[in-house]
C-alpha cells in the first residue's frame, strides 16, 4: 500500500481537484482507494457526501478530527476503521463486479483547534522525554494507516492536507511514502514549493533523529513524486505563454513536474462536487469535457508509473 500526501502551502491551486480525481480514476480502473481529509476546510469531504449527510451522520464521532482528540485527551485512539465511509454516489459510478472502491475519512472544521491542543503534549521534564514526545504525536497517524490499509486491503491513502506546516500536515508527510504537490502555474503559488521542500527535509530529518532514541524506531524518508500544475489555460494546444514561464521555472528547482496536467474549466470542475461525482467519472457529449477527462486518465497513468505501482 502507497500512502500519498497532496500538499501545497498555497491555498487555491487545486489541491482538492486533484485529490478527488485522482482516487476516482484509480477506483475507476479497479484499485482499492481510501481518501483521507485532513484540511479543516473539508472541501474533499464536500466533494463526495453533501453538507447536510455530514452534518447528521459523520460530524459527531466519524471524522479524523474524532481521532485527533483521543490524542490530545490521552486516551487510546480510536481505529481508524470506525471512522471509514463508502461515499455511495461516487462507487455507484464504478464498474459492477470490479475491485475498485472509494472510501473517504472526513474532515472536520474543528481541525483548526486541534494543533493547538496536540502542541501542549510536545513538552516533557528534560530533552529526551520532548523528544519521545515529538515521535509520539507526530508519528501515530503512520501506524494507525498502516493498519487500515491491511485491514481494508487498500492499494493506497491519498491524504489531502491543509494549506499550511502545522501538527496536522506533519503528521501527514511522516506517514507519507510519496507527496504530490499541485501547483497553479502563477508567482504566488510556485513561490512556495522550494521552501515546502526544505520544510518536509528538515521535518524528516528532524523525526529521523528523535526516533534514534528507540531501538525498534523506523527511518521516514518520503519521496516527493513530483508537482502537478492545474489550472491550466491552453492556447494554441499548450500553455499560455505567462504560465509556461513558471512551468519552466519550476523544472529548473530540480523538483520533478509532471507531463500531464489538469485544464482549467471552471464550469465542469465547480459543478462536479455539488454532485458528489469528480469530473472524471462522468460522461460527456461535449467535445471539449470529454477531452478534459481523457487528460485527467492520462494523468493518473502518469501517476501510477511514477509512484512505482500500487498495491506494494
Known sequence: MKIVSVINYKGGVGKTTVTSNVAAQLAYIGYRVLVLDMDAQASLTFSLVTPDFWDNTLR?????????DCISEGETTLPLSDLVYTPPKVNSKLPRGGNGCLDLISSHLGLINVDLELATLLGGANLKQSKV??????GKLKSALVELGERNNYDI???DCPPNFNIVTKNAIIASDQILIPAKPDYLSTLGIEYLQRSMNELISEFNEFGSLDDNFETVDPEVLGVVFTMIQIRNQEPIAAQKQYIAQTRRLDIPVFENNFREN???FAEAPQDCVPVVLNGYSNPTYSGIVDELEAFVTEFISRSGGLGE
Request: glycine share 0%; no cysteine.
Open 133 to 138: 514526545n515529538y515521535i509520539k504525536v507526530h
Open 60 to 68: 459527531e464521532d466519524k471524522t479524523i478530527k474524532s481521532w485527533f
Open 157 to 159: 491513502v491519498l491524504i
Open 266 to 268: 471552471k464550469t465542469i
